[in-house]
């Protein structure tokens, strides 16, 4: 008898941290399908669902609802998800909490990258693509640099803000010679992110994409517990640190060139959904990644809401997150402090 | 079966070697202790026979294979490196720290299964954990931090258990609970390693005691039989007394003053 009582609660634990995850990944599909009656013009429940799954309603609305706001919606939902499962992982990786996926200079290059492609009058198509590998370079950069002084984690660190800082200046040099009237405030407004102009053409190589980047952090995830510890014990407990180490940086940031590549630069969901999600399943990454995902996605969904239906004019959701995000980090650092658990 | 380092070299810079042709033996059934003053090679003999660090002449030999022939893997399987302390900056519960030990019986895309989380219960039994099991790890003393690393390294199912300093920092009780675990988990058949700066530590708890200075064996083999106060005194630049009674040596004694 004690040892069934004794094994009820051993399990439960990990079925809170399961039912905590279930429920973080059911939440972004029911905002999302809320977010479908939402905007300019507001839509009933029926004309959705019968837009969505066949029935009888008039045209214009069935293409609002597929072509315009169903693909808006999906693009926030992953973009939310890879930004934030980027930041865990890499808050993991380089056993720092402060950290996000920005750290290697993903967003300054994916700014050069677009920054370069509307100067060369590209169109959305050309501008993801110029995006995405201007951030995959920048963090190849940054890699290829640290790992020519031995690859340790802060030269990793160091590379990154150094990579930032440069592309970011290579930024305002395109901006300088841009044209002022209508490639600048394209650039500007590029650079501090939103979801407006986005189609199925630049949703679908976003999900495949993703698809990848989530999938192999998934099967990774445990061992980020382990890479977490000193560099010594991991190798002690068999693992191929750097290899390892190379991997997951490589997924997280095809996560976030992809999401980038999308949304222009939406800033602090990478930081701050982590935190959220360690404080409701714990560090242990084989919840918290997934937990990640799904807060993400559900937080991104909402600060598109509010950035297209908030004012007549859209607000950039970079200003948003920026806004919103920077008082709840600060409850949440506080929390921990309190709480003596992770800061030291 | 032994693990067994011959002739070893190490140096961190080119040149400078810390250690100088260092011959170690590391049996099953018992607990060696690495002694010697700060800098004089023992953290570093630790990490080249775990394989963390590889000697650039000689060689360590794991039950008669060369260890550098093994992947890190394999490696994991038979040696288990226990650090002073879990450096981590995340909270993890002393039940999932534990686990990590599973590492090595695990595919390089897997997940820990139901055996992996039965040998992390075992352990937890063995040590006597259970009560602590969904407690962060940092929020435990240094005792219990110390076990939970030693449950880690037993989780890890290695017949060699390699610690760095297990009694360092712990008041005298906590010392002598995490060594007399240490003494217990060799008469089961595991071999075990230990660096100290504490010579009673070596003479209460170990069958074999290896002392170092400058990265040269100064002295090797039963510490009621080598530790005298000219070769302590040849290690540590100080002298020493012993102090026993008929059945022999009990406790080692710095002769010091406070100025």
Known sequence: ?344 | MSLIGRELFYAYVSGQFVLVGVNVEVERGEVLFLLGANGSGKTTLLECLCGVRVPQRGEVSLDGKRLSSLSARERAKYIAYVPQFPETTFAYTVEEMILMGRAPHIGPFGQPGPKDREKVEEVLALIGLEALRGRPVNALSGGEKRLVLIARGLAQEAPYLLLDEPDAHLDPANQHRVLSVICRLAKTGLGVAATTHNPNSALLYAQRVLLLRSGKTLAHGDPRQVLFPEVLTEAYGIAFQIVGDGSGPKAILPLVEAD
């Open chain 1, 1 to 344: 008898m004690r040892t069934i009582l004794g094994r009820t609660e051993r399990a439960s634990g990990r079925v809170r941290q399961a039912t905590i995850v279930l429920v973080l990944c059911l939440i972004p599909i029911l905002i999302l399908f809320g977010s479908l009656l939402l905007g300019r013009l507001n839509l009933g429940f029926r004309e959705v669902w019968a837009s969505l799954f066949g029935g009888e309603v008039r045209e214009t609305v069935r293409a609002l609802v597929l072509r315009v706001r169903l693909p808006r919606l999906v693009a926030a939902a992953v973009v939310g998800a890879n930004l934030a499962v980027s930041g865990a992982a890499f808050q993991g990786v380089f056993r720092n909490p402060l950290v996000e996926s920005r750290i290697l200079g993903v967003s300054a290059g994916a700014g050069l990258g677009a920054a370069l492609a509307m100067v060369a009058r590209a169109g959305p198509a050309g501008i993801q693509v110029f995006s995405f590998a201007g951030g995959l370079l920048a963090a190849a950069l940054a890699i290829l640099l640290a790992s020519a002084f031995g690859g340790g984690i802060l030269v990793l660190v160091l590379s990154g803000v150094l990579v930032s800082s440069f592309f970011s200046s290579l930024v305002s040099l395109v901006k300088y010679f841009a044209d002022p009237y209508v490639q600048l405030p394209g650039i500007t407004f590029w650079l501090m992110g939103g979801l407006s102009a986005v189609r199925w053409a630049e949703v679908l190589p976003l999900v495949v994409v993703s698809a990848v980047g989530l999938g192999g952090l998934f099967l990774l995830r445990w061992r980020l517990n382990i890479l977490t510890l000193s560099e010594a014990e991991a190798q002690a407990l068999g693992l191929p640190v750097r290899r390892l180490r190379f991997l997951l940086v490589t997924l997280g940031t095809l996560l976030t060139a992809a999401a980038v590549s999308v949304s222009g630069v939406v800033g602090w969901v990478g930081l701050i959904v982590p935190h959220a999600a360690r404080a409701l399943v714990g560090p242990d990454h084989l919840f918290l990644l997934p937990a990640s995902a799904g807060l993400g996605a559900a937080v991104l969904l909402l600060f598109d809401d509010i950035a297209r239906t908030a004012l007549p004019t859209e607000i950039p959701l970079d200003i948003l997150t920026g806004l919103i995000g920077v008082p709840v980090f600060f409850a949440l650092f506080m929390r921990q402090i309190r709480k003596g658990a992770g800061w030291r």
